[in-house]
């Protein structure tokens, strides 16, 4: 993991050089709140993190009160205006409700974030807290990296709150500096999130907005999908179960499945495959696994896979009840997908 923190003018003059004598490896400034807010030490923290070698983050204070494409473009002109470069993160945090209730909240989040991605061409870091995202705030936002505080927990170990599966950025002190580190390696894996850093799509979505899908005995079923936020990148076919491009990727899938209607040691085979347009599998690459029920029944994986789709073929997961009885894959089942261009 790297060690990093984030200011603003609370913090005054910081001495980065210090700070990267000390390891540190990168830093997030405020650099604007609401529509009108320019922290004042943004412009100083923004060049020399660039001059000191740090990865360097800008991030927005929401304020939903206010028009979410406003506040997006206040915060573009004021980091455009200072300078991007590949490699620099940008971040919304999102702590305040301003009133407005949860569903609110995050579709105008989820709106900043959009335009955001669309200017400057990489997924906008979310931060926030965990009780704040448990109320609903954060909806629809769990394909952002995610920026959670949670500073009662050891650095590195946060909880997740949904929608978020996995995180990026942990907060795991405030005092007397918020301290951070990076859920990566090096700091070009961290800068992979930032301005021009990837050359790909990622599309999260969930099992029927938690409808359950039930399996015949002997049948095989595409899981039906919902996105949980907006694809912008226009590859969630419109069937509500695949992928569709119109080049070529490799695609990355990692699927959190829960079965039920099992016994004890029964088999089920998960599999992300190819198909063809009307709907038939391509054999030559099926990633196919088969697993067995607990002692109790029950059946909770993680299946992934990587296969190559271009042109018009599709990418969906797939599950095949072998049993005599009918099974039902939970509507609490989730997949992401990574999209590589090559």
């Not at 769990?142 to 950025?169: F, Q, Y």
């Not at 850093?197 to 409808?211: E, I, K, Q, Y």
């Not at 399996?215 to 590859?235: K, M, N």
């Not at 072998?322 to 089942?333: E, K, L, Q």
């Amino acid at each position: 993991m790297l060690k990093g923190i984030d200011v603003s003018s609370y913090q005054g003059t910081v001495d980065w050089e210090a700070w990267r004598r000390k390891g540190l490896a990168f830093a997030v400034a405020k650099a604007t709140e609401g529509r009108t807010i320019r922290d004042s030490t943004f412009a100083r923290n923004w060049n020399e993190l660039r001059r000191v070698g740090l990865v360097r983050g800008a991030y927005h204070f929401a304020h939903p009160g206010n028009d979410a494409k406003a506040e997006a473009d206040f915060f573009l002109s004021t980091v455009r205006a200072r300078g991007l470069e590949t490699g620099d993160l940008v971040v919304l945090d999102l702590e305040r409700t301003d009133g407005r209730s949860a569903a609110y909240v995050s579709s105008w989040a989820r709106t900043w974030c959009s335009r955001v991605a669309k200017a400057v061409g990489c997924d906008p870091i979310v931060y926030t807290f965990l009780s704040f995202a448990q109320a609903g705030n954060c909806a629809g936002l769990g394909g952002h990296p995610l920026w959670i505080a949670d500073p009662s927990r050891t650095a590195g170990e946060p909880r997740v709150p949904a929608p978020w599966k996995h995180w990026l950025l942990h907060q795991y002190d405030v005092e007397p500096i918020d301290a951070d580190v990076a859920n990566v390696s090096t700091a070009a894996g961290l800068r992979a999130y930032g301005i021009g850093g990837r050359d790909d799509t990622a599309v999260v979505v969930s099992l029927g907005a938690g409808r359950d899908q039930n399996v015949a005995p002997g049948a095989t079923e595409s899981i039906e999908w919902h996105t949980e936020y907006t694809d912008r990148h226009g590859v969630h076919a419109a069937d509500d179960s695949s992928v569709i491009v119109d080049r070529s990727y490799w695609v990355v899938g990692d699927a959190l499945v829960r079965v039920s209607g099992l016994r004890p040691d029964d088999p089920v085979d998960i599999m992300w495959t190819r198909m063809t347009r009307d709907g038939t599998a391509v054999k030559d690459d099926a990633w196919r696994v088969t697993y067995r029920a607990d002692p109790t029944g029950g059946l909770t994986v993680s299946h992934s896979g990587q296969v190559g789709i271009a042109d018009d073929v599709r990418f969906r997961l797939r599950v095949h009840n072998p049993n005599p009885v009918p099974i039902t894959v939970s509507g609490s089942t989730t997949a992401r997908l990574t999209l590589l261009a090559y």
